[in-house]
């Protein structure tokens, strides 16, 4: 491949932006609990592209014909992302790698080498010299096949910081595009960060050629820190992968880093190309494709990152978004700043989320209904709209119906999923009904609007569990839209279908306690 007659690289002194190259598909899908088939990896590479990213890190080509095939996929349909894939300094892995790529509008092979010590004597026996050797003969070969090619010493960090100037500047020599100095066991500090890569670039040779990148892991929980730190020191690119996920504790995580140079632009004076309102659909995204969950206080994108159920912090946001908030839900691609109701939360926030769902008590009916909420709260972890709605009129928020469900069955037979629920309501009536769908829960959905006779529109659908083990509880949320407004309702069982029926239930009772009349408009695909 000729090198000269494509696409420039980009400048590295282009100081004033920072490159992300995401690994989420290289080093955090190889991560136990992690994996994602050929098609998931596609999809992700995909919603990768559209978020920003200068630099995809698909996969390890000489690990297996999957991982080759992966990553030979996504070099042939990313349009605007350099593909990256990884190789350690040797010729058949470079070889292997080139092949992957060799569809990609722009590529970049990524060579590997161990460089410190204990590296050097347990895993390679090399001396340095050898080592120097095998960076320039891997990094030249390289240069042959690809757009660009990046060095990483891996375990940089426990390095000696001569030897290490050594190594890079003979990558640099041989024609390496991107050094990067990796803190592979998450064991340094912010400082050593700093101070690392102040030293590297004074003494590499040909240090302005060049782009330095860091790549921290998560350890002892600095990794984003420590990225930080280098990006202070002068580095144009940092590794990191979506929701922070890699090998052992993770990798730093692409959102925190994205969100922490734009929020505080004017201290770290660079920014990124990242389309920043994509952050949260990508997290989502890729628990979705993996199955993992991200934790609820997890920064940027858990789901308690704009949520606020304390009294003293629900009054200042109410008052003002940057009493508690530094940076907008919108800016990340969350909708809205959630005010939780539960046992912290005081009289305004119970207020506003009333006044939101139609209610406008006035001051004696507020102490009461404060009052009632209170003794609830301490019963329950979070409140739902349903128990506020019972507690505005006057009901007991602990109580079901209308609706209850008698009977639930649903099944899967060669694609074609069916459902039918049998309900019983306060009158003394029952309804029974049946239905297919895309998929089990989509066909109950249509089986209880069916029964009820209430038509409503799903607008959102989550799952999470709340327990843990082989029986472990899943909780459904459902947002539905019903003439003309939001309606929110959850439910909790060891079987999903049950637990999505439960939400959609309890959606079907709120309406219809709030307008006692039943419908008979014609049943909506919820």
Not at 47 to 67: I, T
Not at 97 to 103: F, G, P, Q, S, V
Not at 244 to 271: S, Y
Not at 429 to 453: F, N, Q
């Amino acid at each position: 491949m000729n090198r000269d007659t494509d696409v420039a690289v980009a400048q590295p002194n282009d100081a004033d932006r920072v490159r992300i190259f995401d690994t989420t598909l290289r080093d955090g899908e190889q991560a136990p609990g992690f994996s994602m088939d050929r098609r998931a990896k596609l999809r992700m590479a995909q919603a990768l592209e559209a978020l920003g990213v200068d630099v995809l890190e698909a996969g390890f080509p000489q690990a297996s014909p999957d991982d080759f095939a992966a990553v030979s996929e996504i070099a042939r349909t990313l349009k605007t992302t350099t593909v990256c894939g990884l190789a350690r300094c040797q010729d058949g892995d470079i070889d292997t790698t080139a092949r992957a790529l060799e569809k990609a509008q722009r590529s970049r092979i990524h060579v590997f080498l161990s460089t410190s010590p204990l590296h050097r004597e347990h895993k390679l026996r090399m001396s340095k010299a050898q080592v120097v050797d095998a960076a320039i003969k891997a990094v030249e070969r390289a240069v042959q096949l690809c757009h660009e090619v990046e060095f990483s010493a891996e375990d940089a960090l426990r390095t000696e910081p001569d030897f290490l100037a050594e190594v890079f500047s003979a990558a640099v020599a041989a024609g390496a595009t991107t050094l990067n100095a990796p803190d592979t066991v998450g064991y340094t500090t912010p400082a050593e960060m700093i101070e690392l890569f102040t030293y590297l670039r004074a003494h590499v040779q040909g240090a302005e050629k060049v782009i330095f990148s860091s790549h921290c892991h998560d350890d002892l929980g600095m990794a984003v820190a420590n990225s930080m730190a280098a990006i202070s020191a002068g580095a144009r690119q940092v590794e990191c992968t979506i929701n922070g996920i890699g090998e052992r504790a993770g990798n730093a995580a692409l959102e925190e880093i994205v969100m922490a140079l734009k929020v505080r632009a004017p201290h770290f004076g660079v920014d990124t190309r990242i389309d920043t309102r994509r952050l949260y659909p990508t997290s989502r995204l890729l628990t979705q494709l993996t199955g993992q969950a991200v934790p609820r206080n997890k920064a940027i994108v858990g789901e308690n990152a704009f949520a606020h159920e304390s009294g003293i912090h629900q009054h200042g946001m109410l008052k003002h978004r940057g009493t508690y908030e530094i940076m907008r839900p919108q800016d990340v691609g969350i909708a809205e700043t959630k005010l939780v109701l539960g046992k912290h939360s005081g009289r305004a926030a119970l207020r506003q989320r009333l006044e939101a769902l139609g209610h406008a008590p006035d001051e004696a009916a507020m102490e009461d209904i404060l009052a009632r909420f209170k003794t609830l709260a301490d019963k329950k972890r979070e409140i739902h709209d349903e128990d506020l709605e019972a507690l505005a009129l006057g009901q007991d928020p602990q109580a079901t119906g209308p609706w209850r469900i008698v009977q639930l069955n649903s099944s899967t037979h060669q694609g074609s999923a069916s459902a039918s629920v049998k309900l019983a309501h306060d009158d003394g009536h029952e309804a029974s009904e049946a239905a297919i769908g895309d998929g089990p829960v989509d066909a109950v959905l249509r089986a209880i609007e069916r029964a009820t006779g209430h038509a409503v529109e799903l607008t959102d659908f989550s799952v999470r569990a709340v327990s843990e083990g082989g029986d472990a509880q899943g909780q459904a949320k459902l947002t539905a839209r019903h003439a003309g407004r939001d309606w929110r309702g959850h439910g909790i069982s060891t079987d999903i279908v049950e637990a999505t029926a439960l939400a959609a239930l309890a959606i079907v009772n709120r309406i219809e306690r709030q307008a006692p009349v039943r419908e008979t408009a014609a049943v909506a695909h919820l």
